[in-house]
């Protein structure tokens, strides 16, 4: 069995382009592709990542999966077996509710060809038919100047419950039911 093979038999959720299964600690190297990337940064206000930076920020993930039983995916193209990103659900609160948190990142050259809405509807099928997980708690915390991930929250189903500020960046709580979280 090849490489790639080993990942479809591993992979936890498969699209028709796409391939996601549970992040590892050889991701690294492909992660640090991603928040190095000019374009990535700048739609998150972020600086450059040091390769000891994203090695925390995946074993941060590894640690949620192993408490949880879930966290973010490795997004695979199938047609180039790259790793092109991640998507997935963590565990997190927004004003003391519990709830789980939908969010991706792509290399800004997969950009706008439909992949993050892709894993995201996927993941989100998957938490809701698998894991179990009531749709009324999952949500997406977006920046209110990130027009391409509304449109993403919009496409699985998504609506703009509140505009609120974090770290002093203004954002949207974007979830499924609007009375939760009201």
């Known amino acids: 069995m090849g490489d790639f093979e080993r990942e479809v038999s591993k992979a936890m959720i498969e699209t028709k382009r796409l391939i996601l299964r549970l992040m590892n600690e050889n991701d690294i190297d492909d992660m640090l592709e991603i928040f190095t990337d000019k374009k990535v940064l700048k739609a998150f206000n972020l600086q450059s990542f040091s390769r000891e930076q994203m090695k925390k920020w995946v074993d941060r993930n590894l640690n949620h999966q192993n408490r949880y039983g879930y966290g973010l995916f490795s997004v695979i193209l199938r047609s180039n077996r790259e790793l092109i990103g991640d998507c997935g659900l963590e565990h997190t609160e927004f ?59 919009e496409k699985i189903g998504m609506q703009r419950i509140k505009e609120y500020r974090a770290y002093n960046i203004s954002r949207y709580l974007c979830a499924f039911s609007k009375e939760y979280f009201v």
Request: with cysteine; aromatic share 12%.
């Open 95 to 153: 004003e003391g509710k519990p709830c789980v948190e939908i969010g991706y990142d792509f290399l800004s050259k997969y950009w706008n060809q439909g992949y993050a809405t892709e894993a995201a509807k996927a993941v989100k099928d998957y938490a809701i038919g698998e894991l179990k997980i009531d749709s009324k708690t999952m949500c997406s915390f977006i920046r209110k100047n990130n027009k391409a991930s509304q449109r993403v929250s």
